[in-house]
């Protein structure tokens, strides 16, 4: 069942309503509309508002939430948004239908909630005067939501901290676009690696630009005249491993008709990027350590060793730690290539980088396609694109935004062009509970997905807060919260 929740500041007007003669705009909105619960904020003092909400449970039977807000300023943007963003992503969790009442309150709190409810929590808004009474508003514009990104970086000063005292990012790194500070924190840090003879290992979901990296990598490295060779490693059939790393020669197996190099002889004097690292069976990765080593391998069906002079730059979505702590990744190995080790987080955790990658993938598209050159993202498009889960990253909102491109009939993609346009999985695990016994199932991966489902859900909820998220999912704190997502390997 879905319930109506009225969410308020509590404004001076109400909490006078206890002695005067009006009642003030919340207990007259509760009058007017039925609601089945009512939220409220409050940076009052305690002692002041407890006297009216006493009074208010004396006029009203449905269940009333009172939140204290620490506020240093009622008029501070920064803070009011904090806490009305928070308090509204804890709320609509639960599946209600959301009003806010806009009129308690400083002018600065009814624009956040305007901010917020054009865009990331839609809602109906009800503001109550002495002159018309209680009146549902109208709104009638619509909001982009890139302004979320700009409160939210209040929070990572430390990450400003980083990003400003790291080295000025070559030009081999301009195509990888980001106003992230964490991200540009990490351009930086790649260029730093990428002057350095050390391997380097980039961890990041599908997507997420770690051949981007490794490319710029290896361009901005001495090697850059010599190749780039780009590997996935987890596409290769395990019986052709060795012969596409290190190559074979004529006869070597069947199907064997003539000398082959391998990658490696490919990559000689330039770098080989190895994708996909962690799928490689055990008894490659002892081969490869030795190459790693001695720099020598040889090739299936020679007698000779061969020598090659090659950097490499490995890429894994796996938590190679823990394979190796289970050992099925050999600890000797991860060492080797785990000495410049870059983090790339999900486009979702970059805040203020969607809109402006959405604008900058759509303008690259606009160049390689003339027809394409004047399309334009609406407001309410934009508002979809914060609001999608991009599990494909960068991959999928490129193709995702080329297509609402293409199939829009004018120049302003629109929502439903977006909508259109974005692939909607299938709800993951909405068969959870009638897979096909008769073959045996897995218990163990079943009770997986769904706990990393949720606990994936509850981040994204909360903006990535554990705290927030424990409490959603109804753990004891914290910590439990960091143990789960170690054991389902949630980064
Ligand atoms: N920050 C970025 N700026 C511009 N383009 C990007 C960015 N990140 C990724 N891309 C683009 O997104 C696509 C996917 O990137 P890339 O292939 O580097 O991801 P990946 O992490 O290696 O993916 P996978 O693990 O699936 O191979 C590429 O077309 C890349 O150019």
Avoid at 62 to 90: C, M, T, W
Avoid at 230 to 256: E, M, Q, R, W, Y
Avoid at 259 to 280: I, M, S
Avoid at 420 to 445: H, Y
Wanted: proline share 4%; charged share 20%; glycine share 6%.
């Amino acid at each position: 069942m879905v319930t109506k929740v009225l969410v308020s500041w509590i404004g001076a007007n109400d909490i006078r309503s206890t002695t005067g003669e009006q009642v003030g705009p919340i207990l007259s909105t509760l009058r007017n509309v039925p609601f089945d619960s009512v939220e409220l904020l409050y940076s009052y003092p305690q002692e002041e508002v407890k006297a009216y909400l006493d009074w208010l449970r004396d006029q009203v039977s449905i269940p009333i939430h009172p939140s204290k807000v620490s506020l240093s300023s009622p008029v501070d943007f920064g803070q009011i948004y904090l806490a009305a963003n928070e308090h509204l992503a804890r709320i609509t969790a639960q599946n209600i239908d959301l009003s806010v009442l806009l009129s308690p309150g400083t002018p600065a709190m009814q624009a956040v909630w305007i901010l917020l409810g054009k865009t990331r929590y839609p809602c109906r808004f009800y503001q109550s005067s002495l002159e018309k009474g209680v009146e549902q508003a109208t709104i009638p514009f619509d909001l982009s939501a890139e302004y979320i990104p700009a409160a939210q970086r209040l929070k990572s000063s430390k990450i400003h901290q980083l990003s400003s005292v790291t080295a000025p990012v070559d030009a081999a790194f301009d195509h990888i676009v980001t106003r992230n500070p964490r991200m540009q924190a990490l351009k930086s840090q790649a260029q730093i690696l990428a002057e350095r003879e050390v391997p380097v290992l980039i961890y990041g979901e599908t997507g997420t630009g770690k051949e981007l990296f490794a490319r710029a990598i290896h361009n901005a490295s001495e090697r850059s005249s010599k190749p780039f060779i780009a590997v996935n490693c987890g596409a290769i059939p395990l019986d052709l491993v060795d012969s596409v790393l290190f190559g074979h020669k004529k006869g070597a197996f069947t199907g064997a008709i003539a000398n082959k190099p391998g990658v490696f002889q490919e990559a000689d004097g330039g770098t080989l990027f190895l994708d996909e690292f962690g799928e490689l069976d055990h008894s490659v990765q002892v081969r490869l350590l030795r190459v790693l080593q001695e720099g020598r391998f040889t090739p299936v069906g020679a007698h000779k060793e061969e020598i090659v002079d090659v950097r490499l730059i490995t890429a894994t979505h796996r938590n190679l730690m823990k394979s190796v702590a289970e050992g099925s990744f050999r600890e000797d190995l991860f060492y080797r290539i785990a000495i410049g080790v870059l983090h790339l987080p999900p486009i979702r955790a970059r805040e203020g980088d969607l809109l402006y990658l959405a604008d900058r993938l759509l303008t690259e598209l606009g160049k390689q396609d003339s027809t394409l050159s004047n399309k334009k993202l609406s407001p309410d498009a934009k508002n979809i694109i914060l609001n999608h889960a991009w599990r494909g990253n960068v991959r999928e909102l490129q193709s995702t935004l080329l297509r609402s491109a293409l199939w829009c009939g004018t120049d302003n993609i629109t929502a439903e062009d977006m909508h259109q346009a974005i692939f909607q999985m299938p709800e993951q695990g909405s068969d959870i509970l009638s897979r096909d016994l008769s073959q045996g199932i897995d218990i163990q991966n079943i009770i997986g997905e769904l706990t990393s489902n949720y606990i994936r859900r509850a981040l994204e909820l909360s903006g990535h807060n554990k705290t927030r998220a424990a409490e959603l999912l109804g753990l004891k704190n914290y910590q439990t919260l960091s143990n789960w997502m170690e054991k389902y390997d949630i980064s």
